[in-house]
């Protein structure tokens, strides 16, 4: 079973992952979690550190090159993973932030996205830009926008593997959303046959 997360900043993905895996370890299930990073909060701390603002493009380019090298590290992992997985990010986020910061989409991501093993589902956390960037200034590790969560979010909602994506609702209480993506893991469960898990921690 492969889950793969996606959102903007501040939506939640990391803590959700982490606490949905924990719950079904805890539960006697197999549960792997991958993280699927670019390296773009290091970028930004480095940059305000010192005063030098990469080009969009040459952002991009090592984002992608990160983003690639750990997606395809982790589908490698999956392979061997006989439980459920979650992937917390994947190439999808990496085409959002293209949208967003408008550059074309490319052939190599969605070529890629294409070869790589399709998850059972990929749930989209939605949330509203404002809280999330309250959460972002909260959690203090690194800075990003109003604006740029804005234009984020309708980056996501651009693509064209958007229409397939599942929406979850993050701007509940971390306990509600795990709750909430447990009960869309189950479902995913379901629709392929096999026993669901408990969807509850």
């Known amino acids: 079973m492969l889950i793969v997360l996606t959102g903007i900043d501040g939506s939640g993905k990391t803590t959700a992952a982490r606490a949905t895996v924990t719950a079904a370890r805890r539960a006697g ?3 792997l979690l991958l993280r699927n990073y670019a390296g773009r909060r290091r970028m930004s701390l480095l940059s305000a550190q ?7 493009r040459l952002a991009d380019a090592v984002e992608t090159a990160i983003r690639t090298a750990n997606v395809v590290v982790s589908h490698a992992r999956a392979r061997r993973h006989p439980g459920l997985v979650i992937m917390d990010r994947h190439l999808h986020c990496q085409l959002a932030l293209r949208q967003a910061r408008g550059l074309p989409r ?3 991501l969605p070529f890629l996205l294409a070869r790589f093993p399709q998850p059972d589902v990929v749930l989209h956390l ?3 830009p404002e809280q999330a960037h309250q959460r972002v200034m909260a959690r203090g590790t690194d800075t990003e926008t109003l604006e740029d969560l804005d234009s984020l979010r309708a980056a996501y909602q651009a693509l064209p593997e958007y229409a397939h994506f599942t929406e979850l609702a993050a701007s509940g209480t971390p306990e509600e959303v795990v709750s909430q993506l447990s009960l869309a893991i189950a479902d995913a469960v379901r629709s392929r046959g096999d026993e669901p898990p408990s969807p509850h921690p």
Do not use: M, N
């Not at 010192?50 to 969009?56: A, I, R, S, T, Y």
């Open 106 to 108: 490319g052939r190599l």
């Open 126 to 128: 939605v949330i509203d």
């Open 29 to 31: 299930q197999k549960a």
């Open 50 to 56: 010192f005063g030098v603002q990469l080009h969009p």
